[in-house]
């Protein structure tokens, strides 16, 4: 007898009773869409129109970010960067009993991830990273299915359901990073989710040491467990993890070898154990030629550089710096595609530069400071023209620079000092619109100084002593805007020109007098007297400027919603729009002379500190008082923002303040930095802001009492505090001991703590 016969004979109750469960348990179109527009009334979203088409007239098929399996009921819900806010209602978009995929990421909402979630029991793919949730994440042992989880920077903390989480065996994809969940040791649960191909645990407060059972997921083609407090020894089973593309462990406290066998990692096309206590050399990473990134840096790593590195095709970007490497640089290193920078500062290399790292023309940072180089710069580098930072310093490098590499226009910094170079600077430094600060201490350069240096604009410092050049210095120099503090006085500017010998001035005793059959002397007065005039109209300008700026309390707006560019250096925990709105006074901790800063608290607890550079030119800064109106001015333009990324960006040391990322709009620029902890330098400045006891306070109330002569000693020592090269910056103990010396009669009813680092100085990297 068949099924429907049987089924025919039913009696007719219970027939009619058995149709009437069918109905009742199966979801009707009526239903979905009433789910649907539940969801909508808890959300609500900014400038998209996503939810335009979610209306009761309409099919949940045609609802924007819907999709229908074959029997028109709803099976994913696509809503990822929809700028939505809210609450999400698990309970009730589980009762679409077909979903097989949520997608709500890189949202802002928040509340918590109710229990609800576990009747989705269809579901594939839950995505809620990059939103701003609360608590802990519910017990998800019923999602059977699911083969995609991705909670990172979700905002969830507590304790992780880790033994839940150990029977969704179809698991292939699973990213958990930037958390702020309890510490723990590496989940052993883990080890058995065998699918997996994608394992993110980075900053998750993950402890201890990797635990051999990672060789069983031999699928990994992605392991990242950085920035956590794990130790020991980088287990040998890693090696057997021959799909690894990236391998991320930097900012750890691993200790050892790099394991045998990490050689059999030949797919691996990002390697980066930084930051940690690793030793040895470096003999393991000769084989693994599809190596693209490779970072080492802060490490007590030994012995040579691989020849076979100069045969690896695909590498673009080679950081070894702060390690106690020998031996040369391979000569055909980074000669075969589009290579970007190197940084192997801080060693014991020998050998020549390597002459075809810019062969491609990409390469911006070339960086082989403090190490036992020798030759000369290769002529090849004349013509990289993406080239940004140049610093060869402290090395036995010698012979002419080629000329083109003075004029590079792209070039940022110029450091060439402590060498043994020769020979003139041309004139195609007046190329270098991009220069900003130029080094050349300690070397045998020789010849006149060209007065076409006065066309590199954007030069803010110039160190140009102890050498042997001579002539006249150019009165061109007095075109130059940007380069202030130290030249508010003849001694003062002269400092950047000592120990040169042929150098003659008429007005200044350190340099001896130019002959009277130059025809020179003239000019060079002239030149001092515009330049000391020029100077110090703009230094009293920019002195008053900061007075009031302090004592100002404009209010400010929010930021007006631009089309931003994140740009990070390190894996981020934060969206821009989180930092956006967090720029407002109630935020404020500090205002100088380039900018304000104001501390960020995330939703997951973490403090930040945000900088808003201000605009370098006078005009601008008198229309942009607030950052608000800076924000919405459309021709700003900043190069102390250009500089400072520069300098920051490749920096990640423990001791050193970490430049996050950069987010930027045709009209803002903005910094994002780690905020240090309480007690700190930041909350120091922050106290005696409050206080009103900060530097320029303490200059400002004692100039008004001097005389012309101590007000502008008093004025210079404060322009050598807002010289926009942070290195240059005295320390607070320096400026106490010049305040004293400038007026000591006027300080003896000041206090300043003596063993407070002068702010601006703190973080600032040797690259």
């Given at each position: 007898m068949s099924v429907r016969q049987v089924f025919w004979q039913w009696p007719p109750l219970m027939l009619l009773f058995f149709l009437l469960f069918v109905v009742l348990a199966s979801p009707s179109k009526a239903d979905e869409i009433q789910i649907l527009l539940s969801l909508k009334s808890h959300l609500k979203e900014s400038n998209t129109g996503v939810f335009s088409s979610w209306t009761e007239g309409n099919s949940v098929c045609n609802f924007t970010g819907i999709v229908c399996n074959s029997n028109g009921l709803v099976s994913k819900i696509n809503l990822p960067q929809q700028n939505l806010?809210?609450?999400?209602?698990?309970?009730?978009?589980?009762?679409?009993?077909?979903?097989?995929?949520?997608?709500l990421g890189g949202n802002s909402l928040y509340g918590g991830i109710t229990a609800g979630l576990k009747n989705c029991t269809r579901l594939q793919v839950l995505d809620l990273g990059l939103n701003s949730f609360s608590g802990e994440v519910p017990e998800l042992s019923s999602l059977h299915n699911l083969n995609f989880l991705n909670l990172n920077n979700s905002g969830v903390s507590g304790t992780f359901p880790w033994k839940a989480v150990q029977n969704l065996t179809s698991l292939a994809f699973l990213s958990l990073g930037d958390n702020p969940f309890d510490s723990i040791p590496f989940p052993v649960e883990v080890l058995k989710l065998e699918k997996l191909y994608w394992l993110y645990l980075t900053n998750c407060s993950m402890r201890g040491e990797i635990p051999d059972g990672i060789q069983n997921l031999t699928l990994l083609e992605n392991l990242e467990l950085s920035d956590n407090q794990m130790s020991g020894e980088i287990p040998?089973?890693?090696?057997?993890?021959?799909?690894?593309?990236?391998?991320?462990?930097?900012?750890?406290?691993?200790?050892?070898?790099?394991?045998?066998?990490?050689?059999?990692?030949?797919?691996?096309?990002?390697?980066?154990?930084s930051q940690n206590r690793l030793e040895g050399d470096l003999s393991e990473l000769r084989f693994l030629n599809q190596l693209e990134s490779l970072?080492?840096?802060?490490?007590?790593?030994?012995?040579?550089?691989?020849?076979?590195?100069?045969?690896?095709?695909?590498?673009?970007?080679?950081?070894?710096?702060?390690?106690?490497?020998?031996?040369?640089?391979?000569?055909?290193?980074?000669?075969?595609?589009?290579?970007?920078?190197?940084?192997?500062?801080?060693?014991?290399?020998?050998?020549?530069?390597?002459?075809?790292?810019?062969?491609?023309?990409?390469?911006?940072?070339?960086?082989?400071?403090?190490?036992k180089l020798t030759g000369t710069i290769p002529e090849s580098y004349a013509n990289c023209k993406s080239l940004n930072r140049l610093r060869v310093n402290n090395n036995s490098l010698s012979g002419s620079v080629p000329p083109g590499i003075w004029g590079l226009p792209n070039l940022s910094v110029m450091d060439?000092?402590?060498?043994?170079?020769?020979?003139?600077?041309?004139?195609?430094?007046?190329?270098?619109?991009?220069?900003?600060?130029?080094?050349?201490?300690?070397?045998?350069?020789?010849?006149?100084?060209?007065?076409?240096?006065?066309?590199?604009?954007?030069?803010?410092?110039?160190?140009?002593?102890?050498?042997q050049f001579s002539g006249q210095i150019p009165s061109e120099i007095c075109k130059l805007k940007k380069l202030v503090p130290e030249a508010l006085n003849i001694k003062a500017f002269s400092e950047g020109f000592?120990?040169?010998?042929?150098?003659?001035?008429?007005n200044d005793d350190n340099f001896r007098p130019c002959s009277s059959d130059s025809g020179t002397s003239h000019h060079l007065r002239t030149f001092l007297w515009c330049f000391i005039a020029g100077t110090l109209v703009l230094l009293i300008s920019l002195a008053c400027y900061?007075?009031?700026?302090?004592?100002?309390?404009?209010?400010?707006?929010?930021?007006?919603?631009?089309?931003?560019?994140?740009?990070?250096?390190?894996?981020?925990?934060?969206?821009?729009?989180?930092?956006?709105?967090?720029?407002?006074?109630?935020?404020?901790?500090?205002?100088?002379?380039?900018?304000?800063?104001?501390?960020?608290?995330?939703n997951n607890g973490k403090e930040l500190a945000v900088k808003h550079i201000w605009p370098s030119n006078s005009i601008d800064r008198k229309n942009c008082r607030t950052s608000s109106a800076m924000l919405t001015n459309r021709t700003f333009q900043s190069s102390e923002y250009v500089a400072e990324v520069a300098t920051l960006s490749a920096v990640r040391h423990v001791n050193v303040v970490k430049l996050y990322c950069s987010i930027t709009s045709e009209d803002s620029n903005l910094l994002v930095y780690e905020y240090l902890p309480n007690g700190s330098l930041w909350d120091r400045l922050h106290t005696k802001m409050k206080s009103k006891e900060t530097l320029l306070d303490v200059v400002d109330s004692t100039i008004s009492e001097a005389s012309k002569e101590d007000a502008l000693k008093i004025l210079t020592i404060a322009m050598h505090c807002t010289t926009k090269i942070p290195a240059l910056r005295p320390s607070m103990r320096m400026v106490v001991q010049m305040l004293e010396e400038a007026a000591p009669c006027m300080l003896t009813d000041i206090v300043v703590d003596k063993e407070w680092t002068w702010l601006p100085k703190v973080g600032v990297p040797r690259h």
């Open positions: 806010v809210g609450v999400v209602p698990f309970d009730s978009i589980c009762g679409l009993q077909s979903l097989e995929k949520i997608d040998s089973g890693i090696g057997k993890l021959k799909k690894l593309r990236q391998l991320e462990l930097y900012n750890n406290s691993f200790t050892g070898k790099l394991p045998v066998g990490l050689r059999n990692l030949t797919s691996l096309k990002n390697f980066d154990v970072h080492l840096f802060e490490n007590q790593f030994s012995g040579e550089i691989p020849v076979e590195f100069g045969d690896f095709k695909n590498l673009i970007e080679l950081s070894l710096y702060r390690n106690q490497i020998t031996g040369s640089l391979p000569q055909k290193i980074g000669s075969w595609t589009g290579f970007e920078y190197i940084d192997v500062s801080e060693n014991f290399l020998t050998g020549t530069i390597p002459p075809d790292m810019c062969k491609n023309g990409m390469m911006t940072d070339l960086l082989v400071l403090q190490n060439l000092s402590m060498n043994q170079f020769e020979g003139p600077v041309t004139g195609d430094i007046g190329n270098a619109k991009s220069l900003g600060l130029l080094t050349l201490s300690y070397n045998r350069f020789s010849g006149e100084l060209p007065p076409r240096i006065s066309q590199a604009s954007s030069l803010v410092t110039i160190f140009l002593d102890s050498n000592n120990g040169n010998p042929g150098l003659c001035s008429q900061l007075f009031v700026k302090l004592k100002q309390n404009i209010p400010e707006n929010s930021l007006k919603k631009n089309s931003w560019d994140m740009k990070s250096f390190r894996v981020l925990s934060f969206s821009e729009k989180e930092i956006i709105d967090a720029v407002k006074p109630e935020n404020l901790i500090g205002k100088g002379g380039s900018g304000n800063v104001y501390k960020v608290v995330l």
